[in-house]
C-alpha cells in the first residue's frame, strides 16, 4: 500500500479514523512499527501520518517514532537544532522510555505543519523558541517511547503465548526471563503495528532514568566535525547560482537608480536584480557576486526616515514612562506604601537595540517554477517560512516545498521569515535555483533588533532598610504583538513582561506598569531572552540599589526576601558558595550577584569582575548554580550555559545598535564587538538536583549575567551602571 493510500484513508476517514485502522494501514507500508503523537493541539495518529508519509518520505512531527525491520528508531520533530543540543536532549526522552541506546536513534527534519504538529507552549505556533522544546516534549515523547515499548512487549508476548507481564524490554528487544527468548525491536515491528494501542502507559519514575540525567554526548557533533553537517548556507541543488545584495540603508527606503555596466564586466556574474528596495547581483560563484555588488552604483531614496537618530528614540520611550500604562501586575498599594517609607530610593535604566550577529549570516536558497516553489533554509519557525514563499511567489500553500537544515546560530533572529521573502524576490527573477547570502554588513545593518527599553524604578525602605513598596514602568517595544497578535492584550505580552513580574522576592506592595512604544524606522525582534534580557538587568540592578541604600550584603539581603521560594534561595546559596562570596579579593575587583526565576528555571550568577583605571572591564569569573528541574542532558545544560554567558558578557560590555542619518552605524565585528577567547571567563556551573518537571535553558544564562557583571563593577567602582552598554561607565575613581 502506498503512502497515497494512507491519505487517502486519512481525508475519508478525517479525524475519527481509529486508531486500529491506522495501525494495520501503516503496518502494510514497509512492515514496521509507526507510532504518531503531537505536542500540540492536534492529536491524530492516523492525520500524522498521513503528513509523514509525503512523496518526500519524510515524517511530520510533533513527533512520530518509526521503527522499521532494521531495528533503527527513526524520530522526525519540528524544533531545530541550532547548537542547543535539542537533538540529543529530546531523542534522550524517547530512548529512555523505549529502552534504546541513544546512538540507535536517527533524526529527520520536520516539515511546516502548523496545524497538526504546534507547540502548545506557544499557543500552538510550530516554532523553535522562548527555551522550551523539552519542555513541550517532556509528556509526550516519553509517552510515546512508553507506548511504543508496551506495543512491542505485547507483540512479542503474543507471538511466544506468555504474559505480557513476564517480559521485558531492554536494549531494544524484549527479552522473556523464563524461557530466555528475545527477540529484536526489528524482529517485532511489523506485529506490534497491529497491537492495539493503550489507552494509558505507565511512565517510569526519575529514580529509574538510566539515560535521562547522564551526561550524553551530542549526536550532531560527529557531523559537524567532520564537515558532513549540512546547514542552510551549505544547500547547493543542482545548478544553483549565488546572490548577494544590498538593501536600502534607510529602512522604509527605496532605490531611486542602478547603474550596473561596471557589475556586469565583473567575471561569473550573470544577472543584476532590482527590487523596489534593493538590488541583487547573481552569479556563478559568491565572490563574483560580491565584486558585483561592490561594482554596482545605486543611488537611494532615504525616505521618510532619513533624518532618524538614537537619541529621538531614546526621548521618546523616556516622555512615555512619565505617563501612566498598562498594569502587568499588583500586589498591595505602592503608592501608600511610598508616602510612609522611611526611606526613597529612585532611579532610571536604559538598554540599547542589539543585532543578533549570528556566526551563519542570513541565507536562503530558492528555485521558482511556474507551477511551484522549493526553499532551502535554516529557520526556527518553518510554517513562517512557507507561507511567506508562498504568498510572495502567488502560489498556493501546498505547491510550496520548504527543507529545514542546521542553523548556525538562530538567538531568535530565525524566527523572522524577512530572508526568505527577500530570497524568492529575487528567485523569481531567475532561471532555476540560487542561493541568497546577505554579507556580514548586510546582516548587522539590516537585523530586526533586540528591543530598545526606557524603565523608571521607585522603591520604599523601612527602618531597617527592607524593601515596603516596589514601582516599575517601562516602555518599548513588543515583539510579540507583531508576531504572535493574540498574546498581545490589553496592551500586554508575556514575553515583554517576563522578569519584571512574579519575582521571586516577596514584596508586600509591588506595582508594575508596561507601555508599548513601537520605535519608528527600526525593526526589532526576539533576542536570546529577549523580556528577561532587559528585565532582569534592570530588577536584579535595583534590588542591589537597595541591599547598598540599607548599607547591607547583597546576598543577604536578597536572602531576607526569599522564604516563600526556597529555590530560588537554594541556587542563590549554592552560587554564593561556590564563589567564595565574602572572601577577599584585589583592589578593582569585585563580585556581583544575581538571582531570577525566568524560562520556569531557577538561577543565580555571580561574577567576579576585574576594573582597570581606565575603566577597562574584564569579567575573571561566572559561577551559577541552577535548579531547572530534572536534568535531562548535565552536558548540554553546562554548555547551553557558557554558551548564554558568553553572549550575554558580550551585550553588557559592548551591544550596542546605533542610529545616524537613519542608518545603523555598527557593520561587522570590529564595531560590533563580541568576546574574544581571550577574554572569556573562567565559568563554573552546578546543577541542582531535582525530581520537578524540566525547565528552559537556552536562555536563561544569558539574562542573568548582565546584572551580576554590573554589580560586580559597582562592588568594585562604587560606580552604577544603569545604562548598557558598560563601555567607559565604570572607570575607578
Known sequence: MTANRIIELVERDGVDLSRR?????????GGGLLIGFTTGPANNAAAAAAAGKSASQTFTPNAFIRIGSDGQVVL??????????????IPMLIAEELEVDLK?????????????????????????????????????????????????????????????ASCRAQSGQVLHAPTRKKLK????AADAARMPVPEKVALKEPKDFKLIGTPAKRLDTPAKVNGSAVYGIDARPPG??????????????????????????????????????????????MGAAKKGLAALVIEWDDGPHAKLETQQIVDELEQATLKPGAVAQNIGNVDKALASASTKVEATYQVPFLAHATMEPMNCTVHVRKDGCEVWVGNQALPRAQATAAKTAGLPLDKVVVHNHLIGGGFGRRLEWDGVTRAVQIAMQVEGPVKVVWTREEDIQHDMYRPMSFDRLSAGLDAKGMPVAWNHRFAGSSVMARWAPPFFKDG?????????????????NFHVEYLQVEPPGIPTAFWRSVGPSHNVFVTESFIDELAAAAKQDPVAYRRALLDKTPRAKGVL???????????????????????????????????????????????????????CGIAVNPDTIRAQIQSAVIFGISAALHGEVTLKSGRVEQSNFHDYTVLRMNEAPAIEVYIVNSTEPPGGMGEAGTSAITPAV??????????????LPVADQAKRV
Open 104 to 164: 540507535q536513534v536517527r533524526l529527520e527534519h520536520a516539515p511546516p505543519n502548523e496545524k497538526l504538529y504546534g507547540n502548545p507552549l506557544l499557543g500552538g505556533l510550530q516554532a523553535t523558541g522562548n527555551s522550551n522544546a523539552v519542555r513541550a516534549s517532556w509528556q509526550p515523547l516519553r509517552q510515546a517511547g512508553a507506548t511504543a515499548r508496551t506495543m512491542l512487549v505485547a507483540a512479542a508476548a503474543k507471538r511466544w503465548n506468555v504474559d505480557p
Open 240 to 285: 544553483v547560482k549565488f546572490a548577494t545584495l544590498a538593501q536600502s540603508p534607510v529602512f522604509g527606503g527605496r532605490v531611486k537608480s542602478v547603474n550596473d555596466a561596471a557589475a556586469k564586466s565583473v567575471k561569473g556574474v550573470r544577472q543584476i536584480v532590482r527590487l523596489d528596495d534593493a538590488v541583487a547581483v547573481v552569479a556563478d560563484h
Open 710 to 723: 554590573t554589580n560586580a563593577i559597582y562592588a568594585a567602582t562604587g560606580t552604577r551602571v544603569r545604562k
Open 21 to 29: 485502522r491506522f495501525l494495520s494501514v501503516s503496518a502494510a507500508v
Open 76 to 89: 522526525t520533530m519540528p524544533y531545530v537544532e541550532m547548537g542547543q543540543g535539542t537533538y540529543t536532549s
Open 185 to 188: 525491536y526489528g524482529e517485532l
Open 573 to 627: 546559596d549554592l552560587a554564593a558558595e561556590k564563589a567564595g562570596w565574602g572572601k577577599p579579593l584585589p583592589v578593582g575587583v569585585g563580585r556581583g550577584v544575581s538571582v531570577q526565576f525566568a524560562f520556569a528555571s531557577y538561577m543565580a550568577q555571580v561574577a567576579e569582575v576585574e576594573v582597570a583605571k581606565d575603566g577597562a572591564v574584564r569579567v575573571r569569573r561566572v559561577v551559577c548554580a541552577v535548579d
Open 492 to 508: 500586554l505580552d508575556p514575553d515583554t513582561t517576563e522578569g519584571a513580574i512574579d519575582l521571586v522576592y516577596a514584596f508586600p
